[in-house]
């Protein structure tokens, strides 16, 4: 009975930290999971050391820990985006480098990208774009970026990264709404609360939702005793 019961708070510990991280192409910065609520994961100026990246066909690499969540990817032509209004288009609409779409699975996920494809103004061989993937496993939008310089010439992925998927998912299924980040509601071990120093109401949420699982589990193990 103690074994279930810290095997079942160990199991909640990892579900409080759970995120996702960016792996290919690099981030701006190394991963802050605190910080990763916020926009480009808190990295705010643009790097000099832009990643080299397909113009066409490209893939990404990250890694999830939620096991039911959805992905859009935003780009910017900006220079030194520093901002969200920096990643829209002149009619304010967020300029979509991967439309939305709903999967699962934990682990490594690697993925098609077509930024040549995705008709946005001012893309072409050597551009200098940042995109920011835009992730929410239920608990909230989480945002990390990376700054590219596209290339034609390149056409796949560098032989160092592993482009493989963990799990064999179930397919993607893309949002009709197209630039609309869709919301995802907290379902299980997705619940994620970062910390309990930050106010955000998006942070007390998941504090809640994970103190009602613990509950709930306690609950049953009551009930069962
Ligand atoms: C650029 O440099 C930063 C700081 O050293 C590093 O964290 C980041 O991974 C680098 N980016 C790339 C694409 O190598
Ligand atoms: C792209 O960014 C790199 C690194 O910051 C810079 O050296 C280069 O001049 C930029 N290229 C263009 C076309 O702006
Ligand atoms: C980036 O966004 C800021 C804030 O909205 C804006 O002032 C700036 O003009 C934008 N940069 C470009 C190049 O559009
Ligand atoms: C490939 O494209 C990049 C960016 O446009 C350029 O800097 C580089 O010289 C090209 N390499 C070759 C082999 O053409
Ligand atoms: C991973 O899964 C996604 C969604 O089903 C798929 O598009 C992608 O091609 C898969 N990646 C690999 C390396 O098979």
């Not at 991963?31 to 643009?46: H, I, K, P, R, S």
């Not at 690697?110 to 077509?114: G, V």
């Given at each position: 009975?103690?074994?279930?019961?810290?095997a079942?708070?160990?199991a909640l510990?990892s579900?409080v930290?759970?995120?996702?991280?960016?792996?290919?192409?690099?981030p701006?910065g190394p991963?802050?999971?605190?910080?990763?609520?916020?926009?480009?994961?808190?990295?705010?100026?643009?790097t000099?050391?832009?990643?080299?990246?397909?113009?066409?066909n490209?893939?990404?690499?990250?890694?999830?820990?939620?096991?039911?969540?959805?992905?859009?990817?935003?780009?910017?032509t900006?220079?030194?985006p520093?901002?969200?209004?920096?990643f829209t288009?002149?009619?304010?609409n967020?300029?979509?480098a991967?439309?939305?779409?709903e999967?699962?699975?934990?682990?490594?996920f690697?993925?098609?990208?077509?930024i040549?494809?995705a008709?946005?103004a001012?893309?072409?061989?050597g551009?200098?774009?940042?995109i920011?993937?835009?992730?929410d496993?239920?608990?909230g939008?989480?945002?990390?970026?990376?700054?590219?310089?596209?290339?034609?010439?390149?056409?796949s992925?560098?032989?160092?990264v592993?482009?493989t998927?963990a799990?064999s998912n179930?397919?993607?299924?893309?949002?009709?709404s197209?630039?609309?980040?869709p919301?995802?509601t907290?379902?299980?071990?997705?619940?994620?609360?970062?910390?309990t120093?930050?106010?955000?109401?998006?942070?007390?949420k998941?504090v809640v939702?994970v103190?009602?699982?613990?509950?709930s589990?306690?609950?049953?193990m009551?009930?069962?005793a």
């Open positions: 009975m103690r074994f279930a019961t810290a079942v708070l160990s510990v579900a930290s759970a995120h996702f991280h960016l792996q290919y192409p690099s701006r991963f802050n999971m605190q910080n990763e609520l916020t926009f480009c994961d808190a990295y705010g100026q643009v000099t050391n832009r990643t080299v990246f397909p113009l066409s490209g893939y990404y690499l990250l890694t999830s820990e939620h096991p039911l969540w959805t992905l859009g990817v935003i780009i910017s900006v220079p030194d520093d901002n969200f209004a920096n288009d002149s009619q304010g967020d300029q979509m991967v439309n939305y779409f999967t699962s699975g934990e682990g490594a690697c993925a098609p990208i077509d040549g494809a008709n946005i001012g893309v072409q061989d551009s200098n774009v940042t920011q993937f835009i992730f496993g239920g608990d939008e989480l945002y990390q970026c990376a700054d590219l310089t596209l290339s034609a010439n390149m056409t992925i560098p032989s160092d592993s482009c998927n799990t179930a397919g993607v299924t893309y949002f009709s197209g630039v609309a980040p919301t995802i907290a379902t299980g071990t997705s619940s994620s609360a970062t910390s120093s930050t106010s955000s109401a998006a942070d007390a998941s939702g103190s009602g699982i613990l509950l589990v306690l609950g049953g009551l009930a069962l």
